[in-house]
């Protein structure tokens, strides 16, 4: 606490004032400065509110579960479960942050956070997380989190793309299986889909998009093409450039559903779940989705119904794919980031960090979690998402600024456009660069 100023306007203090000022600034120290305020009183007890994007039952379940074993343990630091959702999660946090009331622990995906850290909403985390945390964590996990010189969360659950296959179909049509230790090239995997549509007849393909959202995808599974689509120059600005590399994933899915016909264009302006009642009814014979939509599968599949999880194509990049996991932040508002950190450290426990991972159906950051058996079993494909795991990278996006309106306002609707056949390529690379770099430039003006 700052000593008062004797120059302030309200002129300088007398002796006896000083004695007075000095007992307040005692009891102050005593009281004010010890502690937390709930509700406008003072408690001997520091409340957290931890803010929770779970949202499948198995995943709400371990999340309360662990909160509430931290508080039979932490009579002294209370964690209040909050629970938010991914649908308005970015306008939320921004909302509570310029209001002052950010919740402690914030609960997120990393490709959301660089606008909040470069805002300074984030608490730096380096010198807060202990040394079991940052070696358990591989820097490659670590860097989806870091932005500038500082680290603004702790990435602890990730997803690779798969291709989830109707087993019988792809067993009855003969093609080669995928393995991770031998993938389907992309060029493979377009000619393959084109086979099993014409085996498959009128009305049924091989592959749905569900790209209702397809820029995050797109990117990620780029990286296996040798993609990139930003980079960052010796100035340390970011342009986007749109090579043969970035496009070898949009042209294969454009080819599909416009010159082969082996790709659902209905199934375009879906989600991933609006996929899956085709998927179980015969047609369609694959679907890229993320890892853990084997949960929904099931939950829904009809009885009897064989599925198998591939790994994506991979050409150029080998199995490289950009991921944004999902991530636990401290706000730089909280009084207890401490505290914060330690409960995030309790809730990173090796142990705790694959009941969160098995209930949310994705794969742990942590090495010591991926290695628990139970991960590595063939049911419901987690032996395949694991060996993924590895070749795992931060999202191409994933520290620009001014990404979530280059995504929303340009690269969604241009390559909807595109998929659909609405604009050819040269078009599409026009909106994403010139478009897109006019937008970057806003967000990264000195």
């Not at 959202?213 to 342009?239: E, H, K």
């Not at 996929?275 to 015969?282: S, T, V």
């Not at 604009?423 to 909106?431: M, P, T, V």
């Amino acid at each position: 606490m700052s000593p008062l100023n004797p120059l302030s306007p309200l002129g300088p203090l007398n002796p006896r004032a000083w004695a007075a000022v000095a007992v307040a600034l005692a009891l102050l120290l005593l009281t004010g400065c010890s502690g937390d305020h709930t509700g406008g009183r003072t408690t001997g007890r520091v409340t957290l509110r931890f803010q929770s994007l779970a949202w499948q039952d198995e995943s709400v379940a371990a999340n309360k579960e662990l909160v509430r074993e931290w508080n039979a343990t932490h009579p002294d630091i209370h964690v209040e479960y909050v629970q938010g959702s991914w649908d308005s999660v970015h306008d939320q946090l921004l909302t509570s942050f310029e209001g002052g009331e950010a919740p402690d622990i914030i609960h997120d995906a990393s490709d959301d956070l660089a606008d909040f850290a470069y805002g300074g909403y984030l608490a730096d985390l380096r010198e807060l997380l202990p040394e079991r945390l940052v070696t358990d964590i591989p820097a490659r996990s670590w860097e989806t989190t870091t932005f500038g010189e500082g680290v603004y969360g702790v990435p602890f659950l990730q997803e690779p793309r798969v291709l989830i296959a109707d087993k019988k179909l792809l067993d009855a049509s003969g093609v080669r299986i995928p393995t991770p230790d031998e993938p389907w090239s992309w060029e493979e995997f377009r000619g393959i889909a084109e086979k099993l549509t014409a085996e498959l007849g009128e009305g049924r393909h091989a592959v749905a998009w569900p790209f209702k959202d397809p820029v995050s995808a797109t990117l990620n599974l780029g990286l296996s093409a040798g993609g990139q689509m930003f980079r960052r120059g010796a100035d340390g600005r970011v342009r986007i450039e749109f090579t043969d590399a970035d496009a070898v994933v949009p042209d294969t899915v454009h080819d599909q559903v416009n010159v082969d016909r082996s790709a659902s264009r209905t199934a375009l302006g879906g989600g991933g779940s609006d996929a899956l009642p085709g998927f179980f009814g015969g047609k369609y014979a694959m679907v890229p989705l993320g890892f853990s939509y084997r949960q929904q599968i099931v939950q829904q599949a009809p009885e009897g119904f064989e599925w198998t999880v591939l790994p994506a194509p991979a050409d150029g990049g080998g199995l490289a794919q950009g991921v944004s996991p999902q991530t636990l932040s401290v706000a730089e508002d909280s009084p207890s980031k401490k505290e914060a950190v330690a409960f995030i450290d309790f809730l990173l426990q090796p142990r705790n960090m694959v009941r969160l991972a098995k209930g949310d159906w994705m794969l742990p950051t942590g090495t010591q979690a991926l290695a628990d058996p139970a991960l590595h079993t063939p049911e419901d494909g987690w032996a395949t998402g694991a060996a993924l795991a590895e070749h795992l990278r931060s999202a191409p996006a994933q520290s620009v600024r001014g990404y979530p309106e280059w995504k929303d306002k340009v690269a969604t609707p241009a390559l909807q456009e595109y998929y659909s056949g609405g604009i050819d390529r040269a078009e599409l690379e026009k909106r994403l660069v010139d478009d897109g770099n006019l937008v970057l430039a806003r967000y990264q003006r000195e």
